[in-house]
């Protein structure tokens, strides 16, 4: 079967995105599959006036408006050096997930330690009522950034 390149890079982005929870940026994308950034920009731009993607510009990313809807209040935590797949066993496969752009530059060791804080402060907040400093904004870890956003009425 042969496709079209716009054709191609549309189903290549949509595949990317459904493996990477729904958001990345077009750099990320155009680097894992090592195609042109304008050219794919050119093909999430249609993808996005079609309604088939959320577009955002910045680190942000489309995902923060559906979040902010669902959660009250809304907690953003980034931890810098980190892409979404370092939030997974993936971070420690190495080879040839760190040929591609998949994956950030922080050790697999660090990613682990920090997720797994993040993962146990918010539930001991959520379920056990326990407040937990580093959702709350102290800082914990020099890498990671939080930030609340207040509830919706």
Sequence with gaps: MNFKLQTDYALRTLIYLAHAAGQASVQEVADAYGISRD?????VQHLVR????LSRPGRSGASDAIYRRAAN???????RDTRHLDFSDMVF???PLRDRPILGTMPPARATEITAAIVREYFGQELSGRRSTLLSGTPVFPEVTVRR?????
């Design 50 to 53: 079609l309604g088939y993607l």
């Design 39 to 43: 050219h794919l920009f050119k093909v």
């Design 93 to 95: 496969w190495g080879g």
């Design 149 to 153: 956003f207040p509830p919706r009425r």
């Design 73 to 79: 209040p809304y907690i953003r935590v980034d931890v």
